[in-house]
Each structure stands twice: as structure tokens, then as C-alpha cells.
């Protein structure tokens, strides 16, 4: 696509579907209220994959048996120029990671329908399954070279295990040894639900047809490292000869987070270090030339909120270039148009995922699309007459678009939600500013109930969200669907105080050190803006959050009499015991200016058990006990506070869940129990 015509026609075709939505004013009276019954109802669309030849779009589609409490997945394809998408797995239960042969007529996928995940391959429609391995340790992530002749995969081995029969032997010690204790003399020895054992996950390579592996990382590292989002951390080069990928090879890797990026040759041997930051460096993607390596890079050494940005490494001369350091946004997930000659990438700004273009070379970044909601998945066609993406709302899930160079109004794909979306009340997001105390500048979204009628008086839950450093978007969400409490009967609030991300990152920043600070502040800015307006009741006002949305939720305790009910769900409660039990110490080190004897009175101040004697509001609290990152004592810390203090409480704890509640029926029971504690304490229609 040529820099001038093809970009209006992309940007001038975003503002047209943009404009056709905002058209669309739903009769809420003859539709049902979205609930969490609907919500399970919705097909989570994810993995879109354009043919080579540009024809089909093969993505993976998750769906909810509330039955047998799971959430299957299986892959489907869809003509790349509109028609009906085809379901084309059908055996097994967790079907995904589609990725095609160059011949556009077969794909490679990942399955468990032989009992363990493992690598298969199918035609184009489904048929003729083959299973490609057979490893004892499963296989994750793979991705095919653009020959088609290797395969790229992780799976969790035993480092120095040269084969699957050593890791097979060892897994069956393992499993035969009389005792399950663990035993460790190092950190990080757990991590978010699971505890560390002696396999780590390493990058593998094969031949397509199946065969013997080679270990591409065989030291004791996890390759790539963990990550909750963003675009994988590895990849091939155009000419198959060569693997970029991500890795910590720091001693401690629960204070660091110098993650660096490495090449090695598809055969093995060293990995020479192409990056040299003190924060992390992820996302390789190589241009499709193969001169350069395009990635994301944080530049402060143990901040994992650090602005990402867009990077370049040019491979023949070993310069990294920061191409878009001027602009003071974070970067989300990237692609290489077809020429090579430009980069495409997402960044976050003010709740939304917009796309940039840029010159691989630098320069001056130019937006390509407005962002309604938030894209992403950026494919571009061969011959670079369409891209397809991902886009979502705050009222309507992933759906998967085309957008011709030729202009026009882009083309749904999937549509696998059209009916359930149909049948429902989705009221769109709006927004609003308020100013803090220090003039800064506050934003929020809100979500109004279906049927709003501006003579009523509606009671109000405030999400507060988590992080600290994220931010509530005009996006989708399965834990704390707006959509599910504005249909109970609620003016939903959705406030991005300080610490949240996409406003610059001064104001990320200034949350550092300062938890219950200009947050608080803030906040109960956004409350007063909101009781003063003439459709919201003020004395029916309620606050939720989760993870630091949680914590938040706890200081509100201790600090304010302005609410009904509150609502905790993994929340923070003593700073200092938190540290000392959670994983990922770069955290509090960072935030909390070092470790709890290091710095006592930060940890004191900012803890909301410091304010026990405060408690007086309402308030339910939610924890799963498989939670490390802020583990469940914390939840049980605050219930015990709240009972001696004689404040009504209740406890809700899953045995079976970790830092988020994802079981479909424990799902149900969450939205549920928190919608009764509402409906108890301020109203609403659940």
C-alpha cells in the first residue's frame, strides 16, 4: 500500500464504519438486559491467521459449556472476502493456534483431542488430521516458517534433557516418587497459580512432517518469559535460517525485569544478544525482507510499567533505532507492511487501541485509524489490498474486519455473535473529564442502564480498575462486564485515575510511591462530579475493583463514609505481608521504594490495615485461594478486620480460582453474589 492514497482510503473507511455504528440506535424496550447468562452466551473470537494467498481468515473460537463448566475451544475459517464462517474442528476440547503452510491449504494447529496438547495438522476444511508430535512434556505456541519446512514450539522440558525419552523418564520419577513436597533454595519459586518445579519452558524446533526436536534454549531459563498479553516473544526469519526470541537471564529473576532478545540459528548453537536495555525488550518481529527486527522496548531497569516502545534493529549493522520515542504513548503489538518499508502498531491513548504508521526508518508517526474501540491482530494481504484486524467495544465483543485499500466500509467476518448482540441491551460507552485537586485532568467512562430515562435517579457502582498501571478502555470484558451491571439497573462509572496507562507517562508515573495518594484523590473527584448529576442518586453510591481496584476498594474503607456497599476482590490489605508472600518482588520493589524494612513508614501509610479502626461500610469480599500474585491471606486479613470492626461482611473464597475467577460456573456465582450485595445495599434491578 503506497503511503498516500491507501492511507486515506484505510483512514476514510475506519471513519465510515465508525460513523454507520454510531446510526445504530437500539429499541432497548424490545430487548433483553445483557446478564451473565448472556455474557456466557458469547463466542470469544481470538488467533486470526489471512491465508498466504489472502483467501481465508483462520481464527479460534471459545465458547461456554455451563454444563460441564468448561470452555472449549475450536478453530474455524472464514472467506477472507465476507461469506459464512465454517467450523472446522469438531474432536477435542482445546483446538487453537491456527497457522498456515505457504501452499494456503493446510494448517498447523494445537489439540488435545489425543489426550495431551500436542502439534497436528489438517487441510484447509478440516480434514484429514494428522498428528506432527507426540512429546511427553505437550506442546504450546507454534508457529510454522515461511517455507513451511520447520516448526517453531515451546513445551516445558528438563533442562539438559537432550530428547523426549529424558524427559519422559523423568516425568515418570516424577510422578512415581513417594513424596509431593517441594523443596527450593531460590526465588521465584511460584508464580500467579502455579508452583515452580524442575522443567522450564524452552523454544523447540522440528521438521514440518514430524521428527526429532532440537532444543534452541537448553539453558535454565524460561524462553520465552511470562507474559499476560501482548504479541509472542519469538519468531523465525524470513529465510528460515534464523530464531529471534525473548528471555531473563538475570540470576534473580524475581527482582528483574531485564528481559533481553536473542537470535540463534535454526540448527542450534550460541545465541548472540541483540538488545541491550536496562528495562524489557519483547515482541520480535522480523520485516519481511529481513533486514530488520522490529520490538517493543522498555528503557527503565525493574519498572514493568515503563513505556513501551517501538524499536528497530538493523541486522547488518547491529543499530537499534527507538523510532517513535517522541510520542509518549505505549506501544501494544506491531506489523511490517509487505514492503518492509513501514511499520503498523497500536498504541494505547486515552482507553483506546489506535493504529500508527510509521517509516522504518523513523520519522513522523501517522494515524491510521481513529479507534473507536480498540484493534488489534494487523494482517496485511500479499498483494496489499486489504489488512484485516481485530476491533472491539465497550458493547460489542472481538469481531474480526476487512478493510479494502479500495475504501469502503469495512467487512465483519466472524458475525458469530450477531444473534446474542441482537437480542440484548448494549448501551454504548460515553465519557467524561473531571479535575483533581491539582488540576490535573481525570478520565472516566460510563455505562448508562438500558431504557435510560434522565428523570430517574439511578444508583451508582464505580469500578476502579486494577494494575495499578492499566486503564478501563472502550473494550470487551468477561470479568468485569460494564454491560452485566449497567443491565441490572446501574449508572456504571469507570474512572482512570493516576497510575493508569494511555495519558502520557508522567501520569502512569505518578502513582509510583503514592498508592493512596492523588488516586484517592482523584477518584473522589470523579464521585463528586458524579452524585451532583441530575439522573444519579448520591446516597446510592458503590465502588468495586480487583487486584489493586481491590486494594483501592480497602482504602476507601478507611477513608471515606461516601459509599453504600464496596466490593474487594483481591485486593491488597497489609503492604508489608504482601511483599513477602507475592512473586514478582520487582513489583513492590519499585512501587514501595524498596523492601519493608527497607522503607517501613511507606509500607505503613499506604497499607489499608493501617485504617482497620475506619471500617464501617458494607463490604463483600473476594478472593481465590490459588491466587500468588496477591495471595488469598490477604482477603482473609481484611474479612477478620471488617468482623472485628462489626461492619457487615461476607466472604467469598474459590478454592479452584487464581488472581481472576474463570470457571464459566464460578462466573456465574461471582456475578451473582456481587450483584446481591449491590441490589442488598444501594438498589438496582438484579
Known amino acids: 500500500m503506497r503511503a498516500g492514497a491507501g492511507l486515506r482510503r484505510y483512514t476514510l473507511g475506519m471513519r465510515l464504519v465508525l460513523a454507520s455504528l ?6 432497548y424496550a424490545q430487548k433483553l438486559n445483557f446478564d451473565a447468562q448472556a455474557l456466557m452466551k458469547i463466542a470469544r473470537i481470538s488467533e486470526p491467521q489471512l491465508s498466504p494467498d489472502g483467501k481465508l481468515v483462520a481464527f479460534t473460537v471459545e ?12 478453530i474455524y475459517v472464514v472467506p477472507a472476502g465476507g461469506g459464512t464462517a465454517v467450523q472446522i474442528t469438531r474432536e477435542g476440547t482445546q483446538n487453537q493456534r491456527p497457522r498456515w503452510m505457504p501452499d494456503s491449504k493446510q494448517l498447523v494447529f494445537l489439540s488435545n483431542r489425543s489426550g495431551s496438547q500436542q502439534i497436528w495438522s489438517m487441510n484447509a476444511d478440516g480434514s484429514a488430521p494428522k498428528q506432527i508430535a507426540n512429546l511427553s512434556t505437550e506442546a504450546d505456541g507454534v508457529t510454522v516458517s515461511r517455507d513451511g519446512r520447520m516448526l517453531l514450539f515451546t513445551s516445558e522440558v528438563f533442562p539438559g534433557c537432550p530428547d523426549d525419552a529424558c ?3 523423568k516425568l515418570a520419577a516424577e510422578k512415581s516418587g513417594r513424596t509431593q513436597a517441594r523443596i527450593y533454595d531460590a526465588l521465584l519459586y511460584r508464580h500467579w497459580t502455579k508452583w515452580a518445579s524442575a522443567r522450564r519452558k524452552h523454544l523447540l524446533v522440528m521438521p514440518a512432517e514430524g521428527g526429532k526436536y532440537k532444543d534452541l534454549t537448553p539453558a535454565a531459563f524460561e524462553v520465552p518469559p511470562f ?3 501482548g504479541p509472542d516473544d519469538y519468531g523465525f526469519s524470513p529465510d528460515g535460517k534464523e530464531v529471534a526470541y525473548a ?25 548472540k544478544r541483540i538488545s541491550t536495555s536496562l528495562g524489557a525488550d519483547r515482541s520480535p518481529v522480523y520485516s519481511p525482507d529481513g533486514n530488520y527486527i522490529a520490538f517493543r522496548s522498555q528503557q527503565r531497569s525493574g519498572y514493568e510499567s515503563d513505556r513501551w516502545r517501538l524499536a528497530v534493529f538493523e541486522r547488518a549493522t547491529g543499530k537499534v533505532n527507538l523510532v517513535n520515542e517522541s510520542q509518549d504513548r505505549p506501544v501494544e503489538s506491531l506489523a511490517w507492511s509487505p514492503d518492509s518499508s513501514r511499520i503498523f502498531y497500536v498504541t494505547e491513548d486515552r482507553g483506546r487501541g489506535h493504529v500508527q504508521m510509521i517509516a522504518a526508518a523513523g520519522g513522523v508517526s501517522r494515524a491510521i485509524t481513529p479507534g473507536a474501540g480498540h484493534i488489534d491482530d494487523i494482517q496485511f494481504a500479499p498483494d496489499d489490498s486489504f489488512m484485516i484486524y481485530t476491533e472491539q467495544t465497550g458493547s460489542r465483543p472481538v469481531e474480526i474486519y476487512r478493510a479494502s485499500r479500495s475504501g469502503g466500509t469495512p467487512i465483519p467476518l466472524a458475525r458469530l455473535n450477531d444473534a446474542v448482540i441482537g437480542q440484548c441491551a448494549l448501551t454504548p460507552f460515553e465519557e467524561f473529564w473531571v479535575e483533581a485537586p491539582d488540576k490535573s485532568r481525570v478520565h472516566s467512562f460510563v455505562v448508562k442502564p438500558p431504557g435510560f430515562d434522565p428523570k430517574r435517579k439511578y444508583p451508582v457502582v464505580f469500578l476502579i480498575h486494577g494494575g495499578p498501571q492499566s486503564a478501563w478502555g472502550e473494550s470487551w470484558s468477561y470479568r468485569w462486564n460494564a454491560q452485566v451491571f449497567a443491565g441490572a439497573g446501574y ?18 508515573d505518578e502513582i509510583n510511591a503514592d498508592w493512596g495518594g492523588k488516586v484517592y484523590e482523584d477518584i473522589m473527584a470523579v464521585v463528586e462530579h458524579v452524585a451532583a448529576l441530575s439522573y444519579t442518586d448520591a446516597n446510592r453510591l458503590t465502588a468495586a475493583g480487583g487486584s489493586y481496584g481491590g486494594y483501592m476498594v480497602n482504602w476507601l474503607l478507611g477513608h471515606t463514609d461516601r459509599f453504600r456497599a464496596l466490593i474487594s476482590h483481591a485486593g491488597l490489605y497489609d503492604l508489608s505481608s504482601f511483599t513477602l508472600e507475592t512473586e514478582e518482588l520487582w ?3 519499585w512501587e514501595f521504594r524498596g523492601l519493608p524494612w527497607e522503607n517501613p513508614e511507606l509500607y505503613t501509610q499506604f497499607s489499608p490495615g493501617t485504617y482497620a479502626k475506619d471500617f464501617k461500610t458494607p463490604t463483600l469480599v473476594v478472593h481465590g485461594e490459588q491466587d500468588f500474585r496477591v495471595p488469598y491471606g490477604q482477603g482473609l486479613q481484611l474479612f477478620t478486620a471488617l468482623q472485628m470492626q462489626r461492619a457487615p461482611s461476607k466472604l ?16 456465574i456465582l461471582w456475578y451473582a453474589t456481587v450483584l446481591d450485595w449491590l441490589k442488598r445495599w444501594s438498589g438496582g434491578r438484579h
Not at 449508572?491 to 502512569?508: A, D, E, L
Open 247 to 271: 528471555a531473563n537471564t538475570d540470576a534473580d529473576q524475581a527482582t528483574s525485569t531485564n528481559v533481553d532478545l536473542f537470535t540463534v540459528p535454526v540448527t542450534g548453537g550460541e545465541a
Open 167 to 169: 524427559n519422559q523418564a
Open 227 to 229: 507474559s499476560l498479553s
Open 491 to 508: 449508572v456504571v462509572v469507570m474512572p482512570n485515575p493516576r497510575g493508569s496507562t494511555g495519558y502520557g507517562q508522567k501520569f502512569t
Open 652 to 667: 467469598l473464597l474459590f478454592p479452584d480460582e487464581g488472581h481472576w475467577i474463570l470457571k464459566p460456573q464460578n462466573s
Open 63 to 74: 465458547t461456554v459449556d455451563l454444563e460441564k463448566n468448561s470452555k472449549p475451544k475450536h
Open 587 to 589: 513489583f513492590p520493589l
Open 22 to 27: 454510531a446510526l445504530v440506535v437500539p429499541l
